[in-house]
């Protein structure tokens, strides 16, 4: 198993409801989730218990949250984060070193609370996944660990779903993260290992939204 842990979604909302779901407090998962014991079934970890997974879920906003994840990635480190609002949806793409329970069940249960600011009825999908180098899987790779399906008045896990539309939607947004490890990267080999790390790519618009940086 890969150590680097993924989150991505991209979910159709206007740009007044992204900046109002910034500011929506963590959900209680259970009130959100419709089966929130069923995070793994039917994919890479099928058969593994949820146990105390939902009770490190963090009390934050998204815009609290994704913020500090921006400022650890200033100050060099691991966690990345890709977060825009661009052609009229949310946009999410993050990647967590290691399996840390409280990020990405924090990330997961506020991505399920983006569901009443949606643009469509339909549901849109949040995928989990851990890939070496943070690439999305093929839509019928057997290496997805988890889906959550997303809809206005609540979301679920789902154990089988053609995940085709959701991998050709997270292109660009993969491409993106692709672009600020890349940027990344070259900002560490030119760093003259004098004095403290620190860099303001993980800022950039090209990477977050501005709104995710100003206080609400």
Not at 24 to 49: E, H, K, L, M, S
Not at 51 to 72: H, I, N, Q
Not at 86 to 92: C, K, Y
Not at 110 to 130: C, I, N, Y
Request: proline share 6%; glycine share 8%.
């Amino acid at each position: 198993m890969s150590d680097s842990f993924m989150v991505a979604a991209r979910i159709p909302m206007t740009r007044e409801a992204f900046e109002a779901w910034l500011d929506t407090p963590t959900p209680d998962p259970a009130a959100v989730i419709a089966n929130p014991t069923a995070v793994f079934d039917g994919w890479y970890w099928d058969g593994r218990a949820v146990e105390d997974e939902w009770e490190s879920v963090e009390t934050t906003t998204p815009r609290e949250y994704f913020a500090d994840r921006v400022g650890w990635a200033c100050d060099g480190e691991p966690e990345t984060t890709v977060l825009l609002h661009r052609d009229g949806a949310l946009e999410a793409y993050l990647f967590h070193l290691g399996y840390d329970e409280a990020g990405v069940h924090t990330a997961l249960a506020l991505l399920a609370a983006a569901g009443p600011h949606k643009s469509a009825d339909a549901e849109d999908v949040v995928l989990f996944w851990a890939e070496t180098s943070g690439s999305l899987w093929r839509p019928e790779d057997k290496g997805w660990l988890a889906v959550l399906a997303v809809g206005r008045t609540g979301a679920r896990f789902v154990a089988d779903l053609d995940l085709a539309p959701a991998v050709a939607a997270l292109k660009p947004v993969e491409q993106r993260f692709f672009e600020l490890v890349d940027r990344l990267g070259e900002a560490e080999e030119s760093w003259d290992s004098e004095g403290e790390y620190r860099t303001g790519i993980p800022r950039e618009e090209s990477f977050v939204d501005p709104a995710v940086l100003r206080a609400g």
